[in-house]
């Protein structure tokens, strides 16, 4: 072996050359694997696989070549030069592999500011030759690492951008692209996916119902209490505020509640038709549902000035029984309310 060698080292070393033998450099070396003690002791053969260096890709005059040095010290524990050592190499078998097919999808590709997207690679594995002067392996190439390129992501729960499955969020609206390098040992393969993901604003969606949609407003004995349930659903980002409002504004917040409780009870103050609204507020976001004349509020007051319904009476007793006698109103609230007479 010609030439020069770049950090050469003591012992078995690889070294690989890719101007035909002028200048070599070092795969691997010190590649004994046995006891250096005692003569006999390293009589083995050990199958080891060395990755060539980019800068040998597609190099017509690649040489690669083996060496054993000898450190001519016969007091320290190699007694190479004192046994003169050597060691053989023999069935020699270089590969070449094709690039990996590479892949990617997202559980999700249009998402909320801050939502989590978990990123799958789909990796279809090559096959590798293997070859020497008598014969040829055909076997896999694994992948051997993971690059992701995404400007504006942020990769979250302890995922990198070196992950198979990373995860990430972002921060702003818009859309993103997504670069996925994947090694092996045949090569890198890139594969981009422009205005991938789309993120933006999630606000929550409004909706309500109540449990009673003519409420009584008089007699004060008969006052309905009409209970709201919130039904607003978010997508994401929790909602932090409700905001109720009623027209006319004739309505009482009771039972501890507020314009801004998620589930109020209120009483209405005067018969009519009530518009309602609710606003829904988070971090996305507001949403407002409004239910046009939902309830109709009435009196609910019996007997004459109540403005409840009027009664009309009507007897017909056989053998006229009940001629002559007088019928009277009983009303709960005022009591006794005038007569009727008989016809």
Same mark, same amino acid.
Request: hydrophobic share 35%.
């Given at each position: 072996?010609?030439?020069?060698?770049?950090?050469?080292?003591?012992?078995?070393?690889?070294?690989?050359?890719?101007?035909?033998?002028?200048?070599?450099?070092?795969?691997?070396?010190?590649?004994?694997?046995?006891?250096?003690?005692?003569?006999?002791?390293?009589?083995?053969?050990?199958?080891?696989?060395?990755?060539?260096?980019?800068?040998?890709?597609?190099?017509?005059?690649?040489?690669?070549?083996?060496?054993?040095?000898?450190?001519?010290?016969?007091?320290?524990?190699?007694?190479?030069?004192?046994?003169?050592?050597?060691?053989?190499?023999?069935?020699?078998?270089?590969?070449?592999?094709?690039?990996?097919?590479?892949?990617?999808?997202?559980?999700?590709?249009?998402?909320?500011?801050?939502?989590?997207?978990?990123?799958?690679?789909?990796?279809?594995?090559?096959?590798?030759?293997?070859?020497?002067?008598?014969?040829?392996?055909?076997?896999?190439?694994?992948?051997?690492?993971?690059?992701?390129?995404?400007?504006?992501?942020?990769?979250?729960?302890?995922?990198?951008?070196?992950?198979?499955?990373?995860?990430?969020?972002?921060?702003?609206?818009?859309?993103?692209?997504?670069?996925?390098?994947?090694?092996?040992?045949?090569?890198?393969?890139?594969?981009?996916?422009?205005?991938?993901?789309?993120?933006?604003?999630?606000?929550?969606?409004?909706?309500?119902?109540?449990?009673?949609?003519?409420?009584?407003?008089?007699?004060?004995?008969?006052?309905?209490?009409? !209970?709201?349930?919130?039904? !607003?659903?978010?997508?994401?980002?929790?909602?932090?505020?409700?905001?109720?409002?009623?027209?006319?504004?004739?309505?009482?917040?009771?039972?501890?509640?507020?314009?801004?409780?998620?589930?109020?009870?209120?009483?209405?103050?005067?018969?009519?038709?009530?518009?309602? !609204?609710?606003?829904?507020?988070?971090?996305?976001?507001?949403?407002?549902?409004?239910?046009?004349?939902?309830?109709?509020?009435? !009196?609910?007051?019996?007997?004459?000035?109540?403005?409840?319904?009027?009664?009309?009476?009507?007897?017909?007793?056989?053998?006229?029984?009940?001629?002559?006698?007088?019928?009277?109103?009983?009303?709960?609230?005022?009591?006794?309310?005038?007569?009727?007479?008989?016809?």
């Amino acid at each position: 072996m010609g030439g020069s060698a770049n950090g050469l080292e003591a012992h078995s070393t690889i070294l690989y050359s890719i101007d035909g033998g002028v200048s070599w450099n070092v795969v691997q070396n010190n590649l004994a694997n046995c006891l250096h003690t005692f003569a006999g002791t390293c009589n083995d053969w050990h199958r080891r696989s060395f990755a060539l260096p980019s800068d040998a890709d597609n190099q017509p005059d690649l040489r690669i070549a083996f060496r054993w040095t000898e450190d001519g010290n016969t007091n320290n524990n190699t007694q190479d030069y004192a046994l003169g050592a050597s060691f053989n190499v023999d069935n020699v078998m270089l590969s070449s592999c094709a690039k990996p097919n590479a892949d990617f999808d997202a559980n999700s590709t249009v998402v909320c500011k801050n939502q989590g997207i978990v990123l799958r690679t789909d990796i279809i594995p090559t096959p590798g030759v293997y070859k020497n002067c008598l014969s040829t392996l055909v076997d896999n190439c694994p992948v051997i690492g993971y690059s992701w390129n995404i400007p504006g992501a942020t990769f979250i729960n302890g995922t990198t951008a070196a992950d198979k499955n990373p995860q990430i969020t972002f921060a702003a609206n818009g859309t993103y692209t997504l670069e996925l390098t994947v090694s092996s040992c045949g090569g890198d393969s890139v594969i981009t996916k422009t205005n991938y993901i789309a993120v933006s604003d999630c606000p929550p969606v409004a909706d309500f119902m109540a449990d009673n949609l003519n409420p009584c407003f008089e007699p004060v004995g008969k006052l309905d209490t009409v !209970s709201f349930t919130d039904l !607003s659903v978010t997508p994401f980002a929790p909602i932090t505020a409700w905001n109720w409002t009623f027209s006319p504004a004739t309505v009482t917040f009771v039972n501890g509640t507020t314009a801004a409780s998620q589930n109020p009870q209120v009483t209405f103050d005067a018969a009519g038709s009530y518009q309602v !609204s609710l606003q829904t507020t988070s971090a996305e976001g507001s949403d407002t549902e409004t239910k046009i004349a939902y309830f109709e509020v009435i !009196s609910c007051e019996c007997g004459s000035g109540g403005g409840g319904p009027v009664i009309i009476w009507s007897e017909d007793f056989d053998g006229n029984g009940g001629a002559g006698s007088n019928w009277d109103i009983l009303n709960e609230t005022i009591g006794t309310q005038g007569d009727i007479p008989s016809h």
